[in-house]
């Protein structure tokens, strides 16, 4: 069964960097795809990035590109997301979460059958 256990959450000043940790495990993830979302208060989960756990371009949110990057560790099946320059708007839980079909676009949430248990991030002003 696959299991997807996200870490590296936490509070930092606005402009600081942070980077989400993604061990997956429990499954050949040589054809999945891997992905990170975030969710704010009172607000719908929303895509932040996307990548093939095999390789090939990522894909990044509007809000994301240029500032946070995503990558997988294949030694420690992990994927990660650094954020740099981080802003109070980038506050929210963020998770992870793998599919391996993509039926439409890896950008819509259902798409993802399995989700991490979410990790806080809050960035201060």
């Known amino acids: 069964q696959v299991q997807l256990v996200e870490s590296g959450g936490g509070s930092v000043p606005a402009g600081g960097s942070l980077t989400l940790s993604c061990a997956a495990s429990?499954?050949?993830?040589?054809?999945?795809?891997l992905a990170w979302f975030r969710q704010a208060p009172g607000l719908e989960r929303e895509f932040v990035a996307a990548?093939?756990?095999?390789?090939?371009?990522?894909d990044y949110s509007d809000s994301a590109k240029g500032r946070f990057t995503i990558a997988r560790d294949s030694a420690k099946n992990t994927i990660t997301l650094q954020m740099n320059n981080l802003k109070p708007e980038d506050t929210a839980v963020y998770y992870c979460a793998a599919t391996r079909v993509v039926r439409s676009s890896w950008r819509d949430v259902g798409q993802y059958g399995y989700w991490g248990q979410g990790t806080q991030v809050t960035v201060s002003s």
């Open positions: 429990g499954g050949s993830f040589s054809s999945y795809t």
């Open positions: 990548r093939r756990w095999s390789g090939g371009y990522p």
